[in-house]
């Protein structure tokens, strides 16, 4: 787990900066243009869906199938061509689809209180071929156990560049157009960014591929990112879709909402994605090998270090939020987003205690499992959300986003536990959340200020160092006890000035 931890915990860090700047977006800034943030959360997240057609299947089997290809010399057999060349058709297949898509977006999102942004569907051209691009780049790059410079430039860039426009936007300094034209040119930053760092690692080689004249690697590869890419189509329908639904049965206005509320539950799983990211070519790797055993460690493992934090992110967010919708602008309007923030934050702490299982199941050779398991999660989750968005808003939304993780990741657990033999929790977990919610409870009965800043500070203080200094001393996960050891190891060694 060496290279996984150090990766992960860069990796980390680069999130959380990105958290930091987010937070302070999201508080201040976002609720004074919640159109406008809801009309580029339904432009991204329609962006990220035509993308997954878009690479057809290429950004997952970029790690699945590196270890085969691998090999500096010749550029690794030509592989970054072939994927590039496979991308580029998808492409040019969403150029000749665009119309057609247009019109539905039209139809069905840009329609009443949305209709005078019709005119901007124009811009997922763009939008998606650089968003696509940073995903094959990011999941090719991590091959390399490299993770930390392609999430600064996937994450931080956006993070940055989007409250600086919409308080240009807010200040009357730009239009609408201007906004998306420098989203638009914010994932071009990133996307040239990774393209620069994979040649500045000397991995920038686009040599003729070798799979042309591999049969069987390329039958197997079609095979293979096919099903992958109608996998990545049912999962990112089941996790974006509730933001398209409530731009298309509301308005963006509900949208930015969510979306807020949504920026918020996400920090909880910053950590996973940290995780994954570099954890995946390595599980690929070690059952590539047959290291099962290997893959059984790191499988418990990131079960264990994730329920940890997750839970504690989660009951940590719990505790503070009240008072966080207090200080927002728009206040009463942004506390529609409360039951938002609880079941998104509940299906990521619940994603997150099952470890890496996506991971398991993808690099596989069953990775056919995930195709018919997303598919029906798509369906469930569109069913969900037309059943629960009319009885409950933007809660239905989130609790139909929920309840679909729920499903998808028990079925997850059940199926590697049958073809593997592993299941990842320990006697630990309980004891975790229970100490968890205990440390909640004790923060919860700590009177109120009445100064909102000040009960943040408080609550929050008291909460983090109940559940931390608990999970530390009783030595939960010796990973987490290695981490606070090298960062208190760190501290120590700073010298104040002058001494």
């Given amino acids: 787990m060496g290279v996984i931890q150090r990766q992960g915990f860069k990796s980390s860090i680069v999130s959380y900066i990105g958290v930091a700047i987010g937070a302070v977006s999201t508080i201040y800034v976002y609720p004074k243009a919640l159109e406008i943030l809801g009309l580029f959360r339904a432009m991204f997240d329609a962006s990220v869906l035509i993308g997954i057609i878009v690479l057809l299947g290429s950004s997952i089997s970029a790690v699945r199938f590196f270890p085969k290809f691998r090999d500096k010399d010749s550029g690794h057999n030509g592989f970054l061509t072939w994927l590039f060349m496979v991308a580029g058709s998808g492409f040019v297949l969403f150029l000749l689809a665009f119309p057609f898509i247009r019109k539905w977006m039209s139809q069905y999102i840009f329609h009443g209180f949305n209709q005078e942004y019709e005119n901007f569907i124009y811009y997922l051209i763009p939008l998606t071929f650089f968003i696509s691009l940073i995903n094959l780049l990011s999941r090719y790059i991590s091959n390399f156990q490299r993770v930390t410079i392609p999430a600064a430039l996937e994450q931080l860039a956006i993070k940055i560049a989007l409250p600086f426009l919409m308080l240009m936007f807010i200040a009357g300094w730009i239009n609408v157009n201007g906004v998306l034209l420098g989203i638009t040119a914010c994932f071009a930053f990133s996307a040239f960014g990774l393209l620069y760092y994979l040649g500045h690692l000397g991995e920038w080689k686009l040599t003729k591929p070798l799979i042309w004249k591999d049969k069987v690697a390329l039958k197997e ?39 807020i509320a949504w920026a918020l539950s996400e920090v909880i799983i910053k950590p996973m994605r940290a995780l994954t990211s570099i954890a995946g070519p390595v599980v690929a790797h070690h059952i590539e090998e047959g290291n099962l055993e ?4 790191i499988y418990k493992k990131s079960s264990l270090n994730m329920t940890i934090i997750g839970v504690g992110l989660f009951l940590l967010i719990w505790t503070v939020l009240p008072y966080l919708f207090d200080i927002m602008p728009e206040s009463e309007v942004m506390k529609q987003g409360v ?8 299906a990521q702490v619940w994603d997150m205690m099952t470890g890496v299982n996506t991971e398991i199941i993808y690099y596989s050779k069953y990775y056919r499992f995930n195709l018919y398991l997303t598919l029906l999660l798509a369906v469930l989750t569109i069913s969900a959300n037309l059943i629960f968005i009319p009885l409950y808003g933007l809660t239905g939304a989130a609790l139909a986003t929920c309840c679909s993780m729920f499903v998808f990741n028990v079925a997850k657990l059940f199926f590697i536990k049958v073809k593997f033999g592993f299941f990842p929790f320990n006697n630990s977990i309980f004891p975790i959340i229970g100490f968890g919610i205990a440390a909640w409870l004790l923060s919860l009965w700590i009177p109120p200020t009445g100064n909102s800043y000040v009960d943040i500070f408080i609550k929050g203080t008291v909460f983090s160092v109940l559940y931390g200094m608990t999970i530390w001393k009783l030595k939960f996960s010796p990973d987490i006890n290695h981490w606070v050891g090298l960062a208190l190891n760190k501290v120590m060694k700073i010298k104040p000035p002058g001494r």
Avoid: H, R, W
Wanted: charged share 10%.
């Fill in 294 to 297: 290997d893959v059984k460690t």
């Fill in 339 to 346: 039951y938002v923030v609880f079941f998104l934050g509940l």
């Fill in 221 to 259: 590869y079609t095979n293979y990112s096919g099903y992958g890419l109608l996998s990545n189509i049912g999962s990112q329908v089941a996790f974006k879709i509730d933001s398209l639904m409530v731009s298309s049965m509301i308005q963006f206005q509900a949208t930015g909402i969510y979306t």
